[in-house]
C-alpha cells in the first residue's frame, strides 16, 4: 500500500498538467461552446503525440497511471473521449485511430461523443463489438458540456472474438467514476474558493457552520469515490469498480445540489464556470446507470445478488 | 501509489483468520453480547489473554514492553479481522490502542512498570472518566477538581456516560488541578483505581443493545501524585495525543461490513427475496464501507510514514460513521419485520448506528475539524 505517487507517477501527472494547463481548461471550454461544446480534436491531438494516450499496458490489469491521467484531464473539463482509451480500450485488441464511444447493446438516443467518433464499442451481455458507422451519427443538442451524437439502430457485426463483456464493462465503470471524481473536484475546489471569499453579513459565507457542515460532507464523498476509483484501477476488480461507480454517482448528487446552493445566483450564471462541471455530472450518471444501476451492481458483484 | 499487501501482511492475516476461526464460536458477538457490555467485557479477558499469548494483542508495542514492534499495516490488519468479528477484545481495545500508549509516552518508569505489563497480558480493564453533565463534546469545560493535599490528590465531581464503569480496574481520569487558569491549562490526567474509598458507580441503563453506561461520583477521592500521568496542568495535551491514537485505532467500517455482509447471506439461507430496494440499499451500503475502508488506509499509510497526525483521520471518521449508518438502512430493508424481534441484525445494527456518530467525538466536531482543517474554510 502507498497512497502517494511514485516518481514514475509524479513525473507523468506533472507534465500532463502542463499540457492541460495550456491547452484544456475551462476557457477552452467555453471556446468550444461552454456546456454545449465540440470535441477537443486538438486536444486529443496533443496528448496522444505526447504518448498520454497509451501510458496503459494493453490487456494488462493495472491501469492506475490511466487512471491518474483520466482524472486530471477530467479535472480540467476536457471534451474528450480519452477515457475511454485510456481505460476500456487496453481491454480490447483493436486498432482506432480517433475518439471512440461506449454504449450497451440495448442503448437507443444521447451518447456523449457517439457524433464523433471513429468506432462504437457496443457492450452486450456476453459479448463486445466494435462497431465503425457507415454514415455519419447525428449530433444532439445537449447542454450538459459534452458533445453527444445520438445512436440508434445499431448496425449489426463487428464483434471482438474473446473480449470479456464483463471486464469491458467494469472498465467502464471505472472511466466514468474517475471522470466524476475530477469533474466532482473541480466543482468542490470552485465552491470552496468562493465560499471563502464572498461575504454577507460582515462574514465569509464559508464560516457559517451549515455551510462548513454541508461542504464537508462533499469532500468526504469526493474522496471515497477517488481513493476506490484509483484502487478498482490498480485491481481490476469488478466489485471495487461497481463500488467506485456508486460512491461516485452518489457523490455526484450531493455535490450538484450542494455546490449550486452555496453559489447562490452566480451558481446559475454561463459566464461562472461552476455549471461546466456540474452539469457533466449529470450526463456521466446517466451513462454510468445505462451499465447498469451502479448499487445494484455492486450487491451482485458482492453476493450474486 | 499502488494497493497491494506486502506477502508479510497476507500471512499474517491468514494466519489471523485461522485463529479467530477456531477461537470464536460462529455468530458468537449476537449470541452472546455486544460491545460495551459487561458479558462482552469479561469475555475479552479471556480472549484477550489468548491473543496475548499469541503476541496478537500488543503487536506494536516496543519489544520492550512485549510488543513485536509490528507496523501499522500490521496493526490495521489486527483491528480490522477483530473488529470484523465483532471486536471480541471488547474495552481493551482501548487499552492497547491508547491507554497503554499514552503511558509509555508519558508515564514514570514506576508507571509503566505497574500498569503495562498487566495490559500486554490482556488481564486488565481500564474505563476513561472523560465526559461530565455538564462537559460533553465540549470536553475542556471538565469541573471535576483535584486539590493537592498531601502525597495525594483530593477529587471531587463526577463523570458520565463512562462505558465499563462498574466492571473496570482503573479510571484514566481527567481531572481540573487548576481552577483559575485558561480551560485548556489547567487540566491533569489521574490513574485511579476503581476500588478507591469514596468512588460509587451508578449504572445507567443504555439501549444500544445490553450495554450500559454509568456515572462516576467522587467524593473526597484519594488519588496519589505518583497516580498522575504528565505533568500538572498539562493533560490536555496529554489526552489529544492520546486521542489522535483512537482515531483510527477501531475500524468500525469492518463490523458495519460483516453485520451488511452476515444480514445478506442470512436472508439468502433463509430463502428471502430481495426487492429491488433493498438491493439498492445494500449496494449503497457496502459502497460506505468501501470508502470508508479506502480513507482508513490512507490515514494508516501516513502513520506508516511517520507523518504528523492529519485532517485525513477526520475524513475518515466521518466516512466511517456514516457507513454505520447506510448498514443500518440496508439492514432494516432486507429483513423488513424482523427488526421487531429484539437482537436480530436490523435491531442491533439500528441502536449501533445511533451511537457510531456520537461515541468518541460527534459527527458534527468532526465536519468542523474536515471544513477547518481539510478544505481551510474560514473561521469566524
Redesign the interface.
Known amino acids: ?6 516518481s514514475h ?1 509524479e513525473a507523468v501527472l506533472e507534465a500532463v498538467g502542463t499540457l492541460l494547463s495550456r491547452h484544456s481548461g475551462p476557457a477552452r471550454l467555453h471556446d468550444l461552446g461552454g456546456d454545449e461544446p465540440g470535441y477537443d480534436h486538438d486536444l486529443d491531438k496533443r496528448l496522444a503525440e505526447a504518448g498520454f494516450l497509451d501510458v496503459a499496458e494493453p490487456l494488462s490489469t493495472c491501469r ?1 497511471d490511466a487512471a ?1 491521467v483520466l482524472e486530471a484531464l477530467s479535472g480540467s473539463l476536457a471534451s474528450s473521449a480519452a477515457g475511454w482509451r485510456l481505460l476500456v480500450l487496453p481491454t480490447l485488441d483493436v486498432d482506432v485511430e480517433g475518439p471512440v464511444a461506449v454504449v450497451t447493446e440495448s442503448h437507443s438516443g444521447p451518447a456523449r461523443f457517439a457524433a464523433d467518433a471513429d468506432a462504437l464499442v457496443v457492450i452486450g451481455d456476453d459479448r463486445v463489438r466494435l462497431v465503425r458507422p457507415d454514415r455519419p451519427i447525428p449530433r444532439v443538442r445537449s447542454r450538459l458540456g459534452w458533445p453527444v451524437g445520438e445512436v440508434t439502430g445499431l448496425s449489426e457485426g463487428g464483434a471482438l472474438d474473446g473480449a470479456p463483456a464483463a471486464a469491458v464493462r467494469s472498465w467502464a465503470r471505472v472511466a466514468v467514476a474517475t471522470e466524476m471524481v475530477g469533474a466532482m473536484q473541480f466543482a468542490l475546489d470552485i465552491t ?1 474558493r468562493h ?2 471569499d464572498r461575504r454577507q453579513f460582515d ?2 459565507i ?4 451549515a ?3 454541508g ?3 462533499c ?3 469526493v ?3 477517488r ?2 476509483a ?2 478498482a484501477a ?2 481490476g476488480s469488478a466489485s ?1 469498480a ?2 467506485a461507480l ?2 461516485a454517482s ?1 457523490a455526484s448528487k450531493l455535490i450538484f445540489r450542494r455546490t449550486h446552493q452555496y453559489h447562490g445566483a452566480m451558481g446559475f450564471t454561463r459566464e461562472y464556470d461552476l455549471h461546466l462541471a456540474t452539469l457533466r455530472l449529470l450526463a456521466l450518471r446517466s451513462e454510468a446507470e445505462s451499465f447498469g ?8 458483484e ?2 450474486g ?1 | 501509489m499502488e494497493f497491494d499487501w506486502t506477502e508479510e501482511d497476507l500471512s499474517y492475516r491468514s494466519e489471523l483468520q485461522d485463529f479467530l476461526a477456531e477461537e470464536l464460536p460462529g455468530r458468537w458477538e449476537g449470541a452472546t453480547a455486544v460491545l460495551g457490555s459487561a458479558d462482552n467485557a469479561e469475555y475479552s479477558r479471556r480472549f484477550a489473554g489468548l491473543l496475548a499469548e499469541k503476541g496478537w494483542l500488543t503487536p506494536h508495542w516496543p519489544t520492550e514492553w512485549g510488543g513485536t514492534a509490528a507496523t501499522p499495516w500490521m496493526l490495521a490488519v489486527l483491528g480490522e479481522e477483530l473488529w470484523s468479528r465483532g471486536e471480541p477484545r471488547g474495552p481493551q481495545y482501548m487499552n492497547v490502542n491508547w491507554i497503554g500508549p499514552s503511558i509509555m509516552a508519558h508515564g514514570t518508569p514506576e508507571q509503566c512498570q505497574r500498569y503495562l505489563p498487566p495490559i500486554a497480558a490482556g488481564d486488565v480493564i481500564w474505563c476513561q472518566g472523560f465526559s461530565e453533565p455538564e462537559a460533553g463534546t465540549d470536553l475542556a469545560s471538565l469541573r471535576t477538581r483535584a486539590v493537592l493535599d498531601g502525597d495525594d490528590y483530593v477529587v471531587n465531581g463526577s463523570k458520565i456516560w463512562t462505558s465499563y464503569g462498574d466492571i473496570a480496574d482503573h479510571c484514566y481520569l481527567l481531572v481540573r488541578t487548576d481552577a483559575q487558569a485558561e480551560r485548556h491549562r489547567g487540566i491533569s490526567v489521574l490513574l485511579m483505581a476503581m476500588d478507591s474509598p469514596g468512588l460509587v458507580v451508578r449504572p445507567i441503563p443504555g439501549m444500544v443493545g445490553e450495554h450500559s453506561f454509568t456515572e462516576l461520583f467522587l467524593t473526597d477521592v484519594r488519588v496519589p501524585v505518583a497516580n498522575r500521568l504528565g505533568p500538572e496542568n498539562e493533560g490536555w495535551s496529554v489526552v489529544r495525543e492520546a486521542l489522535s491514537f483512537e482515531r483510527v485505532g477501531a475500524p468500525r467500517w469492518a463490523r458495519a461490513a460483516y453485520v451488511l455482509d452476515e444480514t445478506v447471506r442470512g436472508a439468502l439461507e433463509q430463502g428471502r427475496s430481495i426487492d429491488p430496494v433493498a438491493v439498492e440499499a445494500v449496494g449503497v451500503a457496502k459502497t460506505a464501507c468501501e470508502a470508508a475502508r479506502m480513507l482508513c488506509y490512507r490515514v494508516i499509510d501516513e502513520r506508516a510514514r511517520d507523518l504528523p497526525p492529519s485532517p485525513h483521520a477526520n475524513v475518515a471518521r466521518v466516512a466511517m460513521v456514516q457507513a454505520e449508518r447506510l448498514v443500518a438502512d440496508a439492514c432494516a430493508a432486507l429483513e423488513g419485520n424482523e427488526i421487531m424481534r429484539y437482537g436480530s441484525d436490523s435491531d442491533l445494527q439500528m441502536r449501533k448506528s445511533l451511537a457510531a456518530g456520537v461515541a468518541a467525538g460527534t459527527y458534527e466536531v468532526q465536519l468542523n475539524l474536515v471544513s477547518r482543517r481539510h478544505l481551510r474554510l474560514p473561521k469566524n
Open positions: 500500500m502507498d497512497f502517494t505517487l511514485d507517477q492506475l491518474l470552496v465560499v471563502s462574514r465569509a464559508g464560516s457559517f457552520q455551510v462548513q457542515h461542504l464537508a460532507e469532500s468526504v464523498a474522496d471515497g469515490a481513493w476506490l484509483l484502487e490498480f485491481t471495487t461497481a463500488a456508486t460512491q452518489e444501476r451502479p448499487a445494484a451492481a455492486c450487491a451482485h458482492h453476493w445478488i
